[in-house]
């Protein structure tokens, strides 16, 4: 590394100085350390506002904070109200579907019980047609025909 000279007032040597020794660096590695920072955050030192970085990351907190809000007030508000209407039309259209079925299974039930009672209606028809028919064929019990019957349906 060779060695180079810059040319600077005496206040700002001074002010050198003071920051070398508060920093514990000496003037080349003060310097150089200086460059690469203005380098990397590109900062012009002419335009300097003497901001504080915690003043400009209290800025910066502003903004995310203001980013969130726009966002949770155009996107996840009405998103949860969407899933919300979603979800309740959906509970809607399940209890009008289990309505559904309990009314087709109460059809199902009630006419069920018509086809026993009409089967129940046609046995006795039946029976009855199988006592009369044992009468007349055994008028007088001779053969015990009726009385067999009789104990076939009890």
């Given at each position: 590394?060779?060695?180079?000279?810059?040319?600077?007032?005496?206040?700002?040597?001074?002010?050198?100085?003071?920051?070398?020794?508060?920093?514990?660096?000496?003037?080349?590695?003060?310097?150089?350390?200086?460059?690469?920072?203005?380098?990397?955050?590109?900062?012009?030192?002419q335009?300097?506002?003497?901001?504080?970085?915690?003043?400009?990351?209290?800025?910066?907190?502003?903004?995310?904070?203001?980013?969130?809000?726009?966002?949770?007030?155009?996107i996840?508000?009405?998103?949860?109200?969407?899933?919300?209407?979603?979800?309740?039309?959906?509970?809607?259209?399940?209890?009008?579907?289990?309505?559904?079925?309990?009314?087709?299974?109460?059809?199902?039930?009630?006419?069920?019980?018509?086809?026993a009672?009409?089967?129940?209606?046609?046995?006795?028809?039946?029976?009855?047609?199988?006592?009369?028919?044992?009468?007349?064929?055994?008028?007088?019990?001779?053969?015990?025909?009726?009385?067999?019957?009789?104990?076939?349906?009890?």
């Open positions: 590394m060779s060695k180079k000279s810059i040319l600077i007032s005496d206040y700002h040597h001074k002010e050198l100085k003071k920051l070398s020794e508060a920093l514990g660096l000496s003037y080349y590695k003060l310097v150089e350390e200086m460059i690469t920072y203005f380098k990397k955050t590109g900062i012009n030192p335009e300097s506002k003497n901001e504080s970085p915690a003043r400009a990351l209290k800025e910066l907190d502003k903004r995310m904070v203001s980013f969130l809000k726009v966002q949770e007030r155009d996840l508000k009405p998103l949860r109200q969407e899933v919300y209407n979603y979800s309740k039309e959906q509970n809607h259209e399940i209890q009008k579907t289990s309505d559904t079925v309990i009314e087709v299974l109460n059809k199902m039930n009630t006419n069920e019980t018509q086809r009672n009409t089967m129940l209606e046609e046995i006795k028809k039946q029976r009855m047609v199988a006592l009369s028919i044992a009468k007349l064929l055994d008028a007088k019990n001779k053969s015990g025909l009726l009385s067999k019957i009789n104990t076939i349906f009890e």
